[in-house]
């Protein structure tokens, strides 16, 4: 611990620690080896730690908060051929740039553990290397997904179990790098195992994904083999916007800035299995619209 601080969390506010901040490899074994936490990650060169724990936490004293949480990961050689930014509940990937050259690093949810914060005091912090802005982002909600699914009706989830492999296809697809969320609202929720469940979907995407041409094009390709695949489903239909217009089914691409507490209270966002694709994930083929 540092000399004349009273609290390791007063040491870590004064070193500069704070939630996304890196860890580089020649620290990496000696704080793995103080974890009070299993964790069964492998130590090499090019393994680095994140810090996980919030802000505020990590400046709270010890007797109240008096643990780090860490999640070690590993620096890629090479862009990854199939980057997940968020679609899997296992494996994400974010990049950092470091003297204007990009990295990518690789996360797995079972690499985190955590320290008790004097075991962090006197570690270089390097406030350089920290992730931020919307990798930051994307590492918090991945986090916070692996807790926080929403939980469809039994059935629902039933119906799309038994396709579950072009709804799995359909994430794998290219475009789908673009849909940031998806959120799904069922009016009947209660309904039976041999009833319909009509449903209102909203896809997100960046705002400047949504004002961009190109890109556009892409989501709007997505949209449409969304709605293919899903209306296919037994018993799952999409609620119209117009009732006398069986075209009109209710799906909406929005940026993210448009999302309300309202559109929170009544929608869910869909994940569970569905959208964790595999470490192995392949392109989908050409077919990707056959039933």
Request: with cysteine; charged share 30%.
């Amino acid at each position: 611990m540092t000399d004349n601080i009273s609290d390791a969390a007063d040491c870590l506010r004064s070193e500069g620690w704070r939630q996304g901040c890196l860890i580089q490899p020649d620290n990496t074994r000696q704080i793995i080896d103080f974890r009070i936490d299993y964790c069964d990650k492998g130590v090499s060169p090019d393994t680095w730690l994140v810090i996980l724990t919030q802000d505020c936490d990590l400046v709270r004293n010890t007797d109240v908060e008096p643990f780090v949480e860490l999640l070690a990961l590993q620096k890629l050689s090479n862009k990854p051929s199939n980057p997940m930014k968020g679609q899997s509940a296992r494996t994400l990937h974010l990049t950092l740039k470091i003297d204007n050259q990009i990295y990518w690093f690789e996360c797995c949810i079972h690499d985190r553990f955590r320290i008790k914060k004097d075991v962090l005091c006197g570690v270089d912090c390097n406030t350089k290397l920290v992730f931020q802005g919307n990798e930051l982002r994307l590492l918090r909600q991945w986090l916070a997904r692996r807790y926080t699914r929403a939980a469809f009706p039994d059935h629902f989830e039933t119906y799309l179990a038994s396709t579950k492999d072009p709804v799995k296809k359909l994430f794998k697809y290219a475009a789908a790098k673009l849909i940031s969320t998806v959120y799904i609202a069922i009016d009947n929720e209660d309904a039976g195992a041999d009833e319909d469940y009509f449903i209102h979907v909203i896809l997100t995407v960046l705002a400047e994904d949504f004002e961009d041409d190109e890109k556009r094009e892409q989501i709007d390709d997505f949209e449409e083999k969304f709605i293919n695949i899903f209306e296919s489903r037994q018993h799952i239909r999409f609620a119209l916007k117009n009732p006398d217009d069986l075209k009109s089914v209710d799906v909406r691409i929005l940026p993210e800035e448009d999302i309300t507490l309202s559109v929170l209270r009544k929608y869910k966002r869909f994940d569970v299995d569905y959208r964790s694709v595999d470490d192995d994930a392949i392109s989908p083929s050409e077919h990707i619209d056959a039933n």
